[in-house]
């Protein structure tokens, strides 16, 4: 699954878009139907292609910017609405701030009602803010633009970050409430990790440990929930009233809280501010540290990271004032010309902080500082002694424990090794395993083959596709292989089978053989052309020919057909 929030000024369309998209109705709230004006998050879900999407609407006036920044936080892609008859207006502006100051890369913008406007002034105007990004022009009307922005979408998606599923689990609640039956229930978007009936997760605000009674992901109800996905999680043992929009579930022993942080800022900034992460809230008192620092002083505790963003924005004036990155979750008391002597440490070597908490830094920085170099662990990247044997110590523990918890993964992510040993870049992986005896192979650590009847399994399915590559096994043929869900999707992950759709699954060099078969038909082709080229049924041939446009390798054409790029 991916999930992309929505982002733009009141009343240009938001919420009409996710309603096409999806035929669902995000506003929840009687009062925000009869008020045509989205109040709260909103919350719907489609499948474009095989692709689950799920997208949070966020409120667009700006009495509801601290809703919008709740939806917004943990969402790494964002549908930008700009309305043709109305242009860039001034929550345009404000949700652009806090968009870059959150760190949000991933944008597409749409501009809406067409049937309106010329859509060229709007567009003109949004670029000039927003730079170089896709976008696409719609009517909610005429459905104009409509194939276009599911295409966009697709795009846009496919460009995300790879999930991961085996990181330590932060999810942010946004909302609570209680099911007949049931009991308790909050959701939120999973943007890491991975979360399981039955399992404890502590509650960041209390530390108490909560069991999982059941899950659902797009209204299924499901045993373990991968990132990245919109969920709901039905907790034993919790009152509703307890759990409140900004609170967080936690795994268990593996997030520090903290009440002081250092950051890096760009920005000078008043005494007082609210700071948003995630969908928490909270107020926090400001201490600057010359011109690229500041201490943070929280009105309760969060668990955070070293390179956590925070959004700062001054209530008072309803103003985003930019983004922080959290650099130390521990910081020495500042003593009698301290915020002098933090400054100049912020100023002249921000990773300072890293290598007294993390233990490294680089070469330029530790020059910077006045600092001799020790001997790098790789390229310019240096590290502690003491703390580097620590790590390479704890790092076969950390395989291990994961694949013991995921026997059927062909070895652990890097980026998650990363994660649970706190490196501060992934090409450390490289040597850390070379100085643990750990082989790396395709961005996994610790790789083992499938078990063999796996091997078995997929080696007979070779078989079957040798004579016809593009006939897809239906379900039933895969169990009778002994290839369920969780097998395929591990042999997917090991490279050994493409997914093309939900269902759909062929050998990875299916792709080239379909551009070699397709490239012989002459000029371009219909679907139909193709599937009896391929020799395959439309249940293949569709979702396989959008795979090759998504690709790059076809072409779609305005009469549907398409052509060899």
């Not at 910017?65 to 943990?74: F, K, T, Y």
């Not at 900034?269 to 540290?289: I, K, Q």
Request: glycine share 10%; proline share 7%; net charge positive.
């Amino acid at each position: 699954m991916r999930v992309v929030a929505t982002a733009g000024h009141v009343d240009h369309g938001k919420s009409t878009l996710v309603r096409l998209l999806t035929g669902m109705e995000p506003d929840r709230w009687a009062e925000e139907r009869r008020r045509g004006l989205t109040i709260d998050l909103g919350f719907a879900w489609t499948t474009l292609s095989g692709q689950e999407i799920a997208f949070v609407d966020v409120p667009g006036h700006h009495r509801f910017v601290p809703n919008m920044l709740a939806g917004i936080g943990p969402v790494p892609a964002v549908l930008f609405v700009v309305a043709a008859d109305e242009g860039w207006k001034p929550q345009s502006a404000e949700h652009l701030a806090a968009i870059r100051a959150l760190g949000v890369r991933h944008l597409l913008l749409v501009i809406t009602r067409a049937d309106l406007a010329d859509p060229e002034t709007a567009l003109r105007q949004a670029k000039q803010h927003l730079g170089q990004v896709p976008h696409v022009v719609v009517s909610a009307t005429t459905g104009q633009g409509l194939d276009e922005l599911r295409a966009a979408i697709l795009a846009l998606t496919d460009r995300l970050p790879a999930p991961e599923p085996a990181a330590d689990v932060r999810l942010w609640l946004d909302r609570s409430f209680t099911v007949g039956g049931a009991g308790t229930v909050v959701t939120g978007t999973l943007s890491a990790g991975t979360i399981a009936k039955g399992e404890e997760l502590q509650l960041a605000s209390t530390g108490q440990l909560l069991r999982v009674r059941g899950l659902h992901t797009l209204g299924r109800q499901c045993d373990a929930v991968p990132a990245v996905a919109r969920i709901a999680v039905n907790l034993r043992g919790v009152d509703r009233a307890e759990l409140v929009r900004g609170d967080a579930l936690l795994s268990p022993g593996r997030w520090r809280t903290a009440t002081v942080v250092d950051v890096l800022v760009a920005a000078e900034l008043p005494t007082e501010l609210v700071a948003h992460l995630g969908s928490v809230a909270v107020p926090v008192r400001v201490r600057p540290l010359g011109t690229v620092g500041a201490r943070l002083r929280l009105a309760r505790p969060l668990p955070l990271r070293i390179g956590d963003r925070l959004l700062l924005r001054d209530p008072g004036r309803g103003e985003v004032l930019g983004g922080a990155e959290v650099v130390d979750l521990d910081p020495r008391p500042l003593r009698r010309g301290g915020t002098a002597a933090r400054a100049v440490e912020l100023t002249t070597n921000p990773l300072t902080i890293h290598l007294r908490t993390k233990g490294f830094a680089r070469t330029d920085e530790l020059r910077a500082a006045g600092l001799r170099a020790p001997e790098p662990v790789f390229a310019d990247w240096h590290a502690d002694p003491e703390h580097w044997a620590a790590v390479v110590r704890r790092a076969p523990g950390e395989v291990e424990s994961w694949r013991q918890a995921h026997p059927l993964e062909p070895g652990m992510p890097a980026e998650a090794l990363r994660q649970r040993l706190d490196l501060p870049e992934v090409a450390l992986i490289g040597p850390l395993a070379n100085a643990a005896g750990l082989a790396v192979s395709a961005g996994r650590v610790g790789g083992a083959v499938l078990p063999a009847r796996m091997e078995q399994a997929l080696g007979a399915l070779a078989a079957e596709l040798a004579g016809n590559p593009f006939a897809a096994p239906d379900l039933a043929r895969l169990a009778e292989l002994g290839l369920g869900g969780k097998e395929v999707a591990a042999a997917v992950r090991a490279g050994r089978l493409l997914r093309v759709a939900e269902g759909v699954v062929l050998l990875p060099e299916a792709v080239t053989q379909a551009a070699n078969v397709l490239a012989r038909l002459a000029g371009p082709f219909t679907v139909s052309q193709a599937r009896q080229a391929l020799g395959t049924s439309r249940r293949v041939a569709v979702p396989l020919l959008e795979l090759l446009d998504r690709r790059g390798i076809t072409e779609r054409l305005a009469d549907s057909s398409r052509r060899l790029r």
